[in-house]
């Protein structure tokens, strides 16, 4: 990997070329090294190393540029004249010897890909302590047309004034091998004239160059090297996906309606009830004990879970059976074990959390065609979340299907088991410049189970709560149409702050994990209520902000659209199945006979030491 930074540009995917069935930008260490083999290692250094970031829901893709050459770059045309001949000069030169091998089916594509410019703003030739560096390759300019005419009127514009060519650079093996049959134009393939060089009209002649004969090379250790170069890739992008400021849900600049005040004073919150949680983690690692059955205590007599041990007296408190928990306890239960009601707020056939979340949870599809999407090729499917707040009715972000056609947006999970149309019934946002970002949607042919929804009139602070959607981090390359319906993913925390945003917008801050995808998904608290709708990750310094709308404004918004969900206001008080004791199987026989009595009264199998 290159150590010395240049620049870092957006772009659109769709201005990168493709080889191999791969982006071009993605082949630099096939590139560099099919140019030191070929050609020379001052032609394999001209090209920039990438780091591709493909962007997300906040953040368009950009493209982080990398040298070996130490210093600091500058555009090609910053420099003063003498300097700028010199980089011109050295470029012509080193291009050269790349024109002999654009008719080789093997790398002639590769080649041909990379002397492509997207005609940056800030320019695609740098130079670094007076050598020149190529930026931006692999590219065209967004909405260029890509048949072989436009391209090398293209090319004659950008790099053509220092590599001259017969048409444009090859792209494909089949246009590689028809370039070997192609003349230049006479005096098109001489080297072009370099201001300052010489008398007027002088030139620099090019060196005869014979066309290589089309070699094969075996495959050997040095092979895996474009392998690693492209993991050290993944790894920065990923660093990157991480550093602090990458928002990772709205499609646009980072909100307004979220500023570095509303920010820090979030982090301010958070970090005092850490440290109330610090304080009751060090009181509880202080007097936990551990019992004879092995269930570890904490100082209020509750497990980590938050359940007080079963009553030896009472039959009917034994394992498997439920019992109330605090909501907030040590740890957040398994939710598998957490019960609650099956449907609605006052249903007596109790179901696990889980069961919940999984059938009352979405994931919301929206097919979108690019730019260039030709007639019958299959469209991108974009991914969100969402869950059902009546029979028919799903809610999530205004930003999950935002700009999309109607006809074109889709909802499905496990339990529906195919993709169902919908209907935008209403829609709020967007979040930056109205402080809602909320869409209903009719769910056509559905009858399903939905959320109730918490109306809070007490704190959750530190209560536990899991966020479910379907984050991208997992679905990997669903591609959606036939493609078997995912699962759902869940992750568990606590309410770390309640905070009132730009223009009175209530929200959530959590510690659930969650990242693109989870968009419109349901944040459900211990008790199965839906407390807030998961929008956007705020990066920090040192940690993720996790923000969810809050409940309040749902319902606000479901109000405007004559809607009205089911809804509790009581504090969550969980129901846990206890966990279920296996008896340990004894050994050998004397084990066996040193089980616990029929008097109920357990036996440890304390013996006494032999010297006793």
């Not at 962007?55 to 368009?60: F, H, R, V, Y």
């Not at 608290?525 to 998961?534: K, L, P």
Request: charged share 20%; glycine share 10%.
């Amino acid at each position: 990997m290159a150590e010395h930074f240049l620049t870092k540009c957006q772009i659109e995917l769709s201005q990168c070329l493709e080889i191999g069935g791969g982006l071009a930008l993605e082949s630099h260490g096939a590139l560099t090294q099919a140019l030191r083999e070929r050609v020379s290692p001052e032609a394999a250094a001209l090209f920039a190393e990438p780091l591709l970031s493909r962007g997300n829901d906040s953040a368009p893709a950009s493209v982080a540029w990398y040298t070996d050459h130490p210093g600091e770059g500058r555009p090609l045309r910053a420099l003063d004249e003498a300097d700028r001949v010199r980089a011109e000069a050295a470029l012509s030169e080193r291009l050269r010897g790349i024109r002999a091998h654009l008719g080789d089916p093997e790398d002639g594509p590769l080649f041909g890909a990379a002397l492509h410019l997207a005609n940056h703003p800030d320019g695609d030739i740098w130079v670094v302590d007076g050598q020149p560096v190529i930026l931006n390759w692999g590219m065209l300019p967004p909405g260029m047309s890509r048949d072989p005419d436009t391209r090398g009127a293209h090319v004659a514009a950008t790099l053509g004034r220092f590599l001259p060519l017969a048409g444009a650079p090859p792209l494909s093996a089949a246009e590689a091998l028809a370039r070997r049959g192609d003349a230049a134009p006479a005096g098109a393939e001489a080297a072009p004239p370099v201001s300052g060089a010489g008398p007027a009209g002088a030139v620099i002649a090019p060196d005869p160059v014979a066309p290589e004969p089309v070699r094969r090379v075996w495959p050997g250790p040095i092979a895996w090297v474009p392998l690693l170069v492209l993991l050290l890739i993944a790894g920065g992008a990923l660093a990157w996906l991480l550093m602090p400021g990458t928002r990772i849900f709205p499609a646009r600049a980072p909100d307004p309606a979220i500023d570095r005040a509303e920010a820090a004073a979030a982090v301010a919150e958070i970090n005092a009830s850490l440290e109330q949680r610090l304080a009751r983690l060090q009181a509880a690692l202080d007097g936990a004990q551990c019992r004879p059955d092995g269930t570890l205590t904490m100082p209020d007599g509750r497990t980590i879970e938050g359940l007080l041990p079963p009553d030896p007296t009472n039959p009917a408190d034994a394992p498997g059976s439920r019992a109330a928990a605090d909501p907030r306890p040590i740890l957040p239960p398994d939710p598998a074990r957490v019960q609650v009601p099956s449907d609605g707020a006052s249903a007596m056939d109790l179901t696990s959390l889980l069961e919940l979340i999984e059938a009352r949870t979405v994931m919301v599809v929206r097919y979108m065609a690019d730019a260039d999407t030709q007639p019958g090729q299959q469209v991108r499917a974009e991914r969100g979340s969402g869950f059902f707040v009546g029979p028919d009715l799903v809610v999530t972000n205004n930003h999950v299907v935002e700009g999309a056609p109607e006809d074109r947006i889709f909802v499905t999970n496990r339990g529906l088991g195919q993709q169902y149309p919908v209907t935008v019934i209403k829609t709020a946002g967007p979040f930056g410049s109205t402080g809602r970002d909320f869409a209903l949607l009719r769910v056509h042919g559905v009858n399903a189970p939905y959320f109730t929804l918490l109306k809070p009139d007490h704190s959750l602070k530190l209560q536990s709560v899991i966020a479910a959607g379907y984050p991208d981090d997992l679905l990997g390359d669903w591609r959606g149409g036939t493609d078997p319906v995912p699962d759902l993913a869940v992750t568990d925390g606590t309410v770390n702050a309640e905070q009132v945003l730009t223009q009175g917008t209530p929200a959530i801050v959590h510690s659930a994990p969650i990242s693109q995808g989870n968009s419109g998904g349901p944040l459900v608290d211990m008790c199965g209520r839906v407390v807030g709708v998961n929008t956007f990750v705020r990066q920090g310094a040192l940690r993720n902000l996790n923000f969810a709308l809050s409940s309040d404004d749902l319902l606000a918004f479901l109000e405007s659209a004559a809607l009205t969900p089911a809804t509790v206001t009581r504090p969550c008080q969980p129901q846990l199945l206890r966990p279920m004791v296996t008896p340990a199987t004894p050994d050998t026989p004397e084990d066996a006979g040193a089980a616990a009595p029929s008097t109920g009264v357990p036996n440890f199998n304390l013996r006494s030491s032999p010297s006793e």
